[in-house]
């Protein structure tokens, strides 16, 4: 390197992990590889060819929307659940009930679905907190 010949001296910068700046051609070139490959793969991802990388982060997607769909259909089963319990407890205080067990068995379907409910949400909470206590 022209102009700084004496630069490897001071304070041993020349030999820094074994580092020679006569090196700065090699260390251009593995950019340039570096760069088309990236160059690469962003045109792959465009053509619609996934690589194994964006694979695995489509399917986590994939699986996060299949867990975020179970606990909304299972939200919406039990709001449903909810509704005809108290749709039969109404009819059961004003009589229009033919079969007072109907009213038990909604009410006791609700409320284990609820216990389930809630115990789900507390398992999740907890393995949240969990993973945010890991040290990085």
């Given at each position: 390197?022209?102009?700084?010949?004496g630069?490897?001296?001071?304070?041993?910068?020349?030999?820094?992990?074994?580092?020679?700046?006569a090196?700065?051609?090699?260390?251009?070139?593995?950019y340039?590889?570096?760069?088309?490959?990236?160059?690469?793969?962003?045109?792959?991802?465009a053509?619609?060819?996934?690589?194994?990388?964006a694979?695995?982060?489509?399917?986590?997607?994939?699986?996060?929307a299949?867990?975020?769909?179970?606990?909304?259909?299972?939200?919406?089963?039990?709001?449903?659940?909810?509704?005809?319990?108290?749709?039969?407890?109404?009819?059961a205080?004003?009589?229009d009930?033919?079969?007072?067990?109907?009213?038990?068995?909604?009410?006791?379907?609700?409320q284990?679905?609820?216990?389930?409910?809630?115990?789900?949400?507390?398992?999740?909470?907890?393995?949240?907190?969990e993973?945010?206590?890991?040290?990085?």
């Amino acid at each position: 390197m022209p102009g700084f010949s004496g630069i490897g001296a001071v304070g041993g910068i020349g030999s820094v992990a074994g580092f020679n700046p006569a090196n700065f051609a090699q260390v251009g070139q593995v950019y340039a590889r570096q760069r088309a490959r990236i160059d690469a793969a962003g045109e792959a991802a465009a053509a619609g060819v996934v690589s194994p990388a964006a694979g695995v982060a489509q399917a986590a997607a994939a699986r996060g929307a299949d867990f975020a769909g179970a606990v909304g259909n299972g939200l919406s089963s039990l709001e449903a659940m909810d509704r005809t319990a108290s749709t039969k407890a109404v009819q059961a205080a004003t009589g229009d009930l033919n079969d007072v067990h109907d009213y038990v068995i909604a009410a006791t379907k609700l409320q284990t679905a609820t216990e389930l409910t809630t115990t789900v949400r507390n398992k999740a909470l907890e393995a949240f907190n969990e993973i945010m206590r890991m040290p990085l």
